[in-house]
């Protein structure tokens, strides 16, 4: 991260130079939909009985991004028979009831041979479903494919049917497609239409496809300056589904939706139950809704917050006043050890064993997932087994990582990790908190690798709250997701000024728009002019 920084300060000095070339963007890419994007669009488009048995394939992650997988990984076969069985599985829902069709066709079909209706309908339901207007030749082949069908089954819905499983199935629905313009200013760089940016802006912010009103602005050509991206930007984060979006990403990010899946060992943890890891999840989701959207706080809070929102049973784990009501959730003052999201049971309990804390886990959490330090993995011929306990000699759980340190071609990895992952271990493995590990006193003690040390989880919060790179990450972590790829040089450049506003209040809503105005949101790569010998 500080290399990235590093090397975009030299770009920003020499860019004033006459010899000196231009920052390149990232390049134009396709981008399938993430699985949730694309259920929501197609309830969006088609309403929730067709949301209900859309089944869009896995999302797989690269770069520690399922954005950025979904523009780097071809989907398998596998997965584009995922996409067909779902658009058969849609179309049928369509025709169980057809008189919920017309609105969505724009016109009620006199008959099979209704041309002036299936036009109206592909014309229509096309420019929502490919986010911009359909060309000539595809409203001629879609309504071609529309005549045909409802000719052979004598059914203009099942006509209508069969053009909505054909749409479902283009790439031009599955992906956001982000071609560009280029830029008379600068050669080397292309700015996206207003069309693309209306889809970049829909997704990223309320996670479906840009609606009418969207469209249209795109239509007029009011989404071509950093302020009309703003307006329409700021309109789009006061929409409910703007939770919903960040939630998405949040989930992704804290690896969050892990935590319905988790095991844990009844005999070590009976009180862990599906219920409670229910409440885990809502519990994190609660306290980011109340700091971005409730109160729009400073989002440093999330590391820091000595409230939480608990049910019945976190009440209970975290020693907090009684919820008397089940399956209410009530703020709650938490007690002195436990402080922000580092202390919620859902980030406790996802990174730790099924029978025992993980400090390793936890810490490369922290380092990876939270201040972007990759750390590698270890090298093949190293065995990453601790040490068996020995009946009658209990060992905290720090003197058993003593023998990562131990070992040389551990020791600088285990420091980053293990180093903040042990200031937790006053934290079981469900997020409980205790005294002792296996009856002897707990040493909390941590460090952040040639930053700090600290004591306990307080400490870690308060340390990480201040660090730059927290602040860089979560501006990158959301670019991130907002465009598919990791940030090339001008983008970075542009991050920087992103950075910047992002530090005079820490506020996620101002963090959103100010990425969506930013060169790195609005321009992608001209690799023509690569090709061309431009600009080097």
Known sequence: MRGRLICAAVLLAACGTEQSAPPRHGEPRLRRLLGRQYTNTVEALLGPEAAAVAKPPADIASRGFEAI?????????????????SALAIAEAMVVDVSKLPPIIGCTPSGATDLACFDTFVRTFGRRAFRRPLAEDEVARYVGLTVTTAGRY??????????????????????????????AERPTRKRLTDYEVATRLSYFLLDTTPDDALLALAEQKLLSTPAQIRAAAEELLSRPAAK??????????????????????????????????????????????????????????????????????LAALYGTAPVALPGQFEKRTLPAERRGMLGQAAFLSIEAHPNSTSPTRRGRHVSERLLCTDIPPPPPDVNTQLPMPVPGMPRTMR????????????????????????????????????????????????????VATFDGLPGLGALVRDLPDLHRCWVRGLYR??????????????????????GEAYRVKQLLLEITVSDAFRFVDNVDSVDNGEGK
């Open 154 to 183: 004598h059914n203009a819905y099942a006509g209508v049917a069969y053009a909505i499983q054909a749409f479902l199935q283009s790439p031009y629905f599955l992906y956001q497609v982000e071609i560009g313009e280029v830029d």
């Open 69 to 85: 997988g979904a523009a780097e990984l071809a989907p398998s076969d596998m997965a584009l028979g995922a996409y067909e069985t």
């Open 244 to 313: 919903g979006a960040l939630q998405g990403f949040f989930r992704e990010r804290t690896k969050l939706r892990q935590v319905a899946a988790l095991t844990k060992d009844p005999a070590v943890y009976p009180q862990f139950t599906p219920a409670l890891a229910a409440a885990m999840e809502k519990e994190a989701l609660l306290l980011l809704d109340d700091i971005v959207w409730t109160r729009d706080a400073d989002y440093r809070d999330l590391f820091t917050a000595d409230y939480a929102f608990v049910d019945a049973q």
């Open 399 to 450: 003197e058993r990582l003593a023998a990562h340190t131990a070992s040389a071609a551990c020791a600088d990895c285990h420091r980053r990790m293990d180093g903040i992952g042990l200031a937790l271990e006053h934290f079981d493995g469900i997020g409980a908190f205790r005294a002792t590990d296996q009856g002897l006193p707990i040493d909390a003690t941590g460090e952040v690798v040639d």
């Open 481 to 502: 997701h907002a465009t598919g790829h990791i940030e090339a040089d001008g983008d970075e450049l542009a991050l920087v000024e992103v950075d910047k506003s992002f």
